[in-house]
């Protein structure tokens, strides 16, 4: 069973950056596909980044394409908005291809907060 736990989130201002962390254990890590969703107040999770097994293909949302560095253990997010705010999930997919589609992640983290003053 692979466990995931978030850490890293808080209060930035706009224009400001965070470095979210994914921890994983319980299972092999190389074999896992890893993504990023986001989940804010009253809308649907929504994808946010993923990466590769082999860390050599990433993937991003419109939405924050040149501003967020996925990495196989982390989410590197830059020149944050205010609509980043948000629960951020970390979660691992045993698909070889990576995916857009949370329901095609087994493992999820729990979350961890950002909020984004203006």
């Known amino acids: 069973q692979v466990q995931l736990v978030e850490s890293g989130g808080g209060l930035v201002q706009a224009g400001g950056s965070l470095r979210l962390s994914c921890a994983t254990s319980?299972?092999?890590?190389?074999?896992?596909?890893m993504g990023w969703f986001r989940q804010a107040p009253g809308k649907e999770r929504e994808f946010v980044a993923a990466i590769s097994r082999s860390g050599g293909t990433t993937n991003y949302a419109d939405s924050v394409k040149g501003r967020f560095i996925i990495s196989r253990v982390a989410l590197q997010m830059n020149s944050l908005k205010p609509e980043d705010t948000a629960v951020y999930y970390c979660?691992?997919?045993?698909?070889?291809?990576?995916?857009?589609?949370?329901?095609?992640?087994?493992?999820w983290g729990r979350g961890t907060q950002v909020t984004v003053s203006s």
């Open positions: 319980g299972g092999t890590f190389s074999t896992y596909a």
């Open positions: 979660a691992a997919s045993a698909r070889f291809a990576i995916s857009t589609i949370g329901s095609e992640y087994a493992y």
